[in-house]
C-alpha cells in the first residue's frame, strides 16, 4: 500500500535537557486510505504524537514524511498546501468551534481559507455527508448536542478534502449511543472518500470496529503493531494484554454494542 505518511524515529521532548521524550523515538506509517488505531493509556503521549505529525508541535529529531516529502523542517508558508491535505478532528467539539459563528459558515470557513469554492452547493453536501438537516446552518454552536457538534468538526474536516485525517479521541465526550453514530460516520465517510484515518482512542470496541492495523504506545514508545486482528486477538507484547484484559467486553464482532 502506498504511503501517505511515515515517522521516522520521531522524538518529542518536554522540559529540555533533565525532561522527559514524551514521544521516543517513534516510527510509524500510515498507508493511503488506511484506517491506523493509536491506542495506549492515558499520558502516553498520543496527542503530542498525534500534533508533531501536524506540525503543530516541535520535535526534537526526527522526521515525518507526507507523501513522500519530508516535511519536519518546513516554514509555515512552505506548510499550507500541506495543511489542506491533513486535517484534524478534536476530542472537544465545542471547545474547537467558535460559538459566536454559525454552523453554515464554520464548515465553509476552512474552505474560504483556502480559497476553495465555497457556496450554498458545497455546503449541502457537507452538511448531508455528516447527517445535519439543513435548518442547523444559520445556528450557534450552543444550541447544538455535543454529537452535533461533532458532526461540525468533522464536516469542517472533510471539506478542504483532505488525504489524511487525525481523530484524537473524537467520540470520548459523547454518550454511548451518539459515540457509535458518529463512530459510523467515522468509517463511512474515510472509507468512501479514502481519506487516511489515524484513530486515536482508548477504547479498543472502537478500535476493532474501524481500525484496519493497531500501533500501541507506552510511555512515549509504539512497543507493537499489527493488524487489528493480529493486535486485538493475538497481541504478543504483555502491555497490549494488560490493556486487553482491562476491557473484557470486547468481542471478535466489528460493530459496536449500541449501533444504531
Ligand atoms: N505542552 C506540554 N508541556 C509539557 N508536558 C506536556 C505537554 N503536553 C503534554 N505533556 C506531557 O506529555 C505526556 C504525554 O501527554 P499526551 O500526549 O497528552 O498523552 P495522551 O494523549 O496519550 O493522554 C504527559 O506526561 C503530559 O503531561
Ligand atoms: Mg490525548
Redesign the pocket.
Known sequence: MAEILRLENLVVR??GKAG?N?VDDISLSIGRGETLALV??????????ARAMMRVQKVASGSIVFDGEDITHLSERALRPIRRRMQMIFQDPFASLDPLVSIGNSILEPRRAFSLPAGDDELDELMTTVGLAAEYRTRKPGRLSGGQRQRVGIARALSVEPELVVADEPVSSLDVSMQAQILNLLKRSSRTRGIALLF?SHDLRAVRFLADRVAV?EKGKIVETGTTEEILDHARHPFTQRLIAAMPQINSERTLPAQS
Request: proline residues 0%; neutral net charge.
Open positions: 518536554f522540559g522527559v514524551a495506549g493509556e492515558s499520558g502516553c503521549g498520543k496527542s503530542t504524537l486515536i504506545m
